[in-house]
């Protein structure tokens, strides 16, 4: 039987290349998919200017299976004590935070985005710098070479930098040699930088040179001495390329986000894969049905010829599988620079692509491509020879128990989901049951496609025939006997269209939800936000006395958790404790009434001073959390503190945020500064003159950017959740595009006999392509009503779960746009490969047929 195969797709191409196209696509979008998880799962983040360490102590930045979003730093005391350990030759505390090179009051071109560390750093890569001398006190300092070049610096020259909120003037005393790799960089006196940094008796990372015969050949061994001694601070100590970790802590949670990501794209991927390759071989397995009959008739048994067909689609699998292997790779490579050019991923992460999730992904294609050749020569193995014959013309059975059975339970679980994610789910959250909701039910619809068909066909008939006369009857003749084929064709349509508009509107509406619920908490009438790093917060109470201000208030966004206390049986068995994430923004107490608009249910926002809260009424209900009450919160930075619900406010459904004083947050924060201030404007003064005041007074200050309320924090986590989005919509709903255009190509190709006996009667190839014109667009149409049917109920519920009508939200132009491309594909491929059969003679074609 697989010789047998072999000598079919050797006569067979053209029909078995379709086979091919959709299995070489599903196996490049899996192997894509594994890569990524592989580079998540590794979290390769190489060093840069700490690598001639073999040691590297940093914060612990895990807390609860999540990663903290501010940096947890080290004492400066720990320093001594790593010192101290048998073994370490060299101790060089390390701090990082934002600088900015400024010229005419404007960040410079080439300076923005800099870093600015201790000058102990730059001597783990060189010991003096490439030329002039180290920065030695305050108003010093010394710039990397690729830098000194992009600002046309040298020894002696001054600079303005944006830093610590403010800007300062500074002389270059030298140029550092660039480490590999690394970002350009400015250098300070380590005592400077600590005052810099804000945070003077703190660190973020202690770099260990190991003594002669110790560290490079035993960084664990030093790395275990060290643990030892700081068993009590909370911290790490990293070897390998786990040290760059400590100069980018981000990666770690960009890491998680990968991992999750490419699950979930990886699943819904399959998924895809399965529909798109069973309803391709699904489709030729019905155009061989003589053929197969024919095998039947001659003494082939049920099992020969499953087999055959199985062998088939397994060298054809195989080919294709191979072919993708390289292309996989580069497609996963590209996916991630274009997550990390998006803000998805840290740009630092280093992609890995091992033989493990190839393999992985290389068979799941080939089980999914059996599994789906098996399914498809089920019934063509198991009718009666004389049965097959009567289908191979015209078929007419297509419900079988088995299929039933899988359409009623993805109708039962979409269901269930849709109910999850419309009564349970609350916010943005709702999109984890949303999205396989719209899997479950397009699988459904694609299991009953032919009943659907037939039904949506019955109800079109009357205006088909109207509009489009002679030719609509003849294609709706033609859909009524050939309904099981025609809803071959019309899955695809229905799965790019559902899936498209179902997974663009997802992400359209939770931006708009997310947008409305940071207008909603703002009444500001500006918001001023910082391009190089974030404002001091003196200026906050600056602004808050100028004239025509009646008040600001800083707003800086983070996220904390409430701890509950574990029973002690909860701890015996291992339990996870039940801790609540919460959404957090510093505020300013004297200014929150004002820029707020959010107003106290209970308590008050002035009272928001020391370790205080205010809590969402969603959350005061909870034992133990309602104002008077005091909760343990852990902090962004992993502090943990006793806080006293002050106040609560009415917050959007699902979209809940805590506040707390901006002091604490700021003292808790990565770089201490306030990354944007609300300003309300006072009775009288408008806008233009509000920004004009603040404008005089930020006048020494560069970057500063005076936006409207709706320009919030809140917009770049929407943007960057736009960009998974967008890419993982883009990516299946290609594959589905794919599909889509390989099954018309395949339909249409199989009439070459049909139209050749049309046209020996007497019919022009013009009256064939105005017949098969309509019924392309009523392929086209039935798809697009499926597909809207998808995405309703997969969009319905979430509109519902994120506190609106439950209509999707989003321009109307995309519905119109995908259904409008759908329609233009769907006509495209089925007429362009009929317009090509009817070149040749008709009687060429009936011999050959």
Request: contains cysteine; aromatic residues 6%; glycine residues 10%.
């Amino acid at each position: 039987m697989f010789r047998l195969a072999l000598v079919s797709l050797k006569f067979r191409k053209g029909r078995f290349f379709a086979s091919f196209v959709a299995l070489f696509f599903g196996a490049l979008i899996l192997m894509a998919c594994g890569s990524l998880m592989e580079t998540g799962i590794r979290s390769n983040v190489p060093p840069e200017r700490l690598a001639a360490a073999p040691v590297v102590v940093t914060g612990n930045q895990s807390f609860d299976h999540d990663v903290l979003p501010e940096r947890v730093r080290l004492d400066v005391a720990d320093v001594e004590r790593v010192r101290a350990v048998e073994g370490v030759e060299r101790a060089v505390p390390d701090v990082t935070f934002p600088v900015t090179a400024v010229r005419d009051g404007q960040p410079a071109s080439g300076g923005e985005d800099l870093q600015g560390h201790g000058w102990s750093s730059a001597t783990l890569a060189a010991a003096k710098p490439a030329e002039g001398r180290a920065p030695s006190g305050a108003g010093q300092v010394a710039l990397d070479e690729r830098l000194a070049r992009s600002l046309d610096a040298k020894p002696g020259d001054k600079l303005r930098l944006a830093v610590a909120g403010g800007t300062e003037n500074v002389t270059v005393t030298g140029i550092a040699r660039p480490v590999e790799g690394a970002s350009a960089a400015v250098y300070f006196a380590d005592d400077e930088a600590r005052r810099l940094l804000g945070r003077p008796g703190q660190v973020d990372s202690i770099a260990v040179v190991a003594a002669s015969g110790t560290g490079a050949n035993q960084p664990k061994l030093l790395a275990g001495r060290i643990d030892e001694v700081l068993k009590d601070a909370p911290a790490v100590t990293l070897t390998g390329d786990e040290r760059g970790e400590a100069e980018f802590p981000e990666a770690l949670a960009a890491s998680t986000r990968l991992i999750s990501l490419s699950a979930v794209f990886g699943g819904i991927a399959v998924m895809v894969a399965v529909f798109v390759v069973g309803s391709t071989l699904a489709l030729l397995v019905q155009q061989r049905l003589r053929e197969m009959a024919l095998l039947r008739a001659v003494g082939t048994l049920p099992h020969q010829l499953r087999r055959m067909i199985v062998g088939e689609t397994l060298v054809i699998a195989v080919v294709a599988v191979a072919l993708a292997l390289v292309p996989g790779r580069w497609a996963g490579e590209w996916m991630l620079q274009r997550l990390a050019g998006g803000g998805v991923v840290a740009p630092e992460i280093v992609f890995r692509a091992g033989w493990l999730p190839m393999m992985i992904a290389a068979i799941t294609a080939l089980a999914s491509a059996v599994a789906a050749a098996f399914i498809a020569s089920r019934r063509a193995a198991r009718a009666r020879p004389a049965d097959a014959l009567a289908e191979s013309a015209l078929q007419q059975r297509w419900l079988s128990r088995s299929r039933l059975v899988f359409a009623l339970l993805c109708f039962a679980g979409g269901t269930a989901l849709a109910l999850v994610t419309a009564l349970v789910m609350e916010g943005t959250v709702a999109a984890s049951t949303a999205a396989p909701a719209a899997m479950l039910w397009a699988g459904g619809f694609a299991l009953l496609s032919p009943a659907f068909t037939r039904l949506l066909t019955a109800l079109l008939r009357r205006p088909v025939q109207a509009m489009t006369g002679f030719a609509g009857s003849l294609a709706l003749n033609n859909a009524k006997v050939r309904r099981i084929r025609m809803a071959g064709a019309v899955t695809p349509v229905m799965l790019a269209t559902g899936l498209a508009t179902a997974l663009i509107y997802l992400q359209t509406s939770q931006a708009e939800a997310t947008e409305d619920a940071a207008r909603e908490l703002v009444a500001a009438d500006t918001v001023v936000s910082s391009g190089t790093g974030g404002f001091s917060p003196g200026l906050v109470d600056t602004l808050s006395r100028q004239p025509g201000v009646a008040g600001a208030s800083a707003y800086v966004p983070s996220t904390a958790y409430i701890i509950k206390p574990q029973s002690e049986e909860d701890k015996a068995e291992g339990d996870d404790p039940d801790n609540t994430e919460l959404s957090v923004q510093g505020i300013s107490p004297q200014g929150a009434d004002r820029t707020l608009a959010a107003p106290p249910v209970e308590g008050s926002y002035k009272n928001l001073k020391g370790n205080t809260i205010a809590l969402p009424t969603s959350l005061t209900g909870e034992s133990g959390q309602a104002v008077g009450d005091t909760v343990t919160l852990l902090l962004g930075d992993g502090t943990q503190i006793k806080a006293k619900v002050v106040a609560s406010y009415e917050a959007r459904k699902g979209f809940g945020t805590a506040f707390l004083p901006a002091d604490l947050m700021l003292e808790h924060s990565t770089t201490g500064l306030v990354p944007q201030i609300l300003v309300t404007a006072d009775q009288g003064t408008s806008t233009a003159q509000l920004a004009e005041r603040i404008g005089a007074v930020t006048d020494d200050l560069a970057g500063v950017r005076i936006v409207d309320r709706a320009s919030t924090d809140s917009a770049d986590d929407s943007a960057t959740s736009a960009w998974i989005n967008y890419l993982l919509a883009g990516t299946i709903v290609g594959y589905a595009v794919i599909s889509l255009v390989n099954t018309m190509i395949i339909a249409a190709s199989e009439r070459r006999r049909e139209f050749a006996l049309q046209r020996l009667v007497g019919a022009t190839p013009e009256q064939i392509l105005r017949m098969m014109t309509v019924e392309s667009a009523l392929v086209a149409l039935v798809g697009m009503v499926l597909g809207t049917a998808v995405a309703a109920a997969t969009l319905i519920p979430f509109g519902i779960a994120l506190g609106g009508s439950g209509l999707p939200q989003g321009p109307v132009w995309i519905y119109f746009a995908v259904m409008g491309l759908a329609a233009l594909l769907t006509l495209g491929a089925s007429l362009l490969p009929t317009k090509v059969m009817l070149r040749g003679r008709p009687a060429d074609a009936v011999a050959v047929a």
